[in-house]
């Protein structure tokens, strides 16, 4: 059979031309047809964006992952305050608070770099974050100077893409603290240069003045001030329902 068919096309150049020509066709016709149905579905698609009110997740299901960093840690205690207290307590004991009222919402979930007393590197901290691919990092920490009586909280971002959240936490916090508005600056701190992720850093009251640091370590006012920073992010990430 073989033979008599191959036999059969050299002998009619003509047919054979014929039959490519109209497989050359079909293959275009097949393959050009499977075009307008892959472009059709593709307006349907919502391309990722950083526009924070069109960030997709924030349910049970895909919830927004927060990182808290807490200040310091282990053999960096940070600053001291006035009443001999080191930054790195506070810091964890605030943070705590944070997370424990983040796991009460089903859209976020929440990460901490330290859960305890331990030494963590401040890129580790950072990578922690990128690794996670988090949607927001948090560092927070007490501020400090040689002058008792500088006060007021400041926020800090480095990534132009971190001024939005800042902005929004910080309106919270100052808010939560009545301690002077020191601003939303633009500062390289290496957890926020060596990280890929929406981040920014809390200075929420300077430990080294009297009355903030009393107001920082009391229980009740850190309740307060945990729930302004969880509110700024429900708000960021939840514009319609902040
Ligand atoms: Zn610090």
Do not use: C
Not at 46 to 55: F, N, R
Not at 60 to 72: C, Q, S
Not at 165 to 176: D, F, M, R, S
Not at 194 to 207: D, P, Q, S
């Amino acid at each position: 059979m073989d033979k008599l068919i191959s036999r059969k096309v050299r002998k009619r150049p003509g047919a054979w031309l014929l039959s490519s020509l109209v497989l050359i066709l079909v293959g275009w016709f097949v393959y050009d047809a499977s075009l307008p149905v892959t472009s059709a579905f593709k307006p349907t698609v919502t391309p990722p964006t950083k526009d924070k009110a069109s960030i997709a997740g924030g349910d049970a299901e895909t919830p927004f992952k927060i990182v808290i960093d807490a200040g310091h840690g282990g053999k960096d205690p940070g600053a001291n305050g006035v009443s001999g207290n080191q930054e790195k307590e506070y810091t964890l004991a605030l943070s705590r608070k944070v997370v424990e009222l983040l796991e009460q919402e089903p859209m976020f979930e929440a990460y901490m770099t330290r859960t305890d007393d331990s030494f963590v590197g401040l890129e580790d901290r950072a990578l922690f974050a990128n690794e996670r691919e988090a949607d927001a990092f948090i560092s927070i920490h007490g501020n400090t100077f040689t002058d008792p009586s500088v006060s007021g909280t400041e926020s800090y971002y480095f990534n132009d893409d971190s001024l939005a959240l800042a902005q929004t936490i910080h309106g919270e916090l100052v808010k939560a603290t009545g301690f002077d508005d020191r601003g939303v600056k633009k500062e390289g701190w290496k957890v926020l240069t060596h990280n890929e992720r929406t981040a920014i850093l809390l200075e929420v009251g300077f430990l080294t003045n009297k009355n903030e640091e009393s107001a920082l370590l009391n229980d009740a006012k850190q309740d307060l001030i945990a729930q302004s920073i969880v509110n700024g992010l429900k708000q960021y990430f939840n514009p319609s329902e902040g």
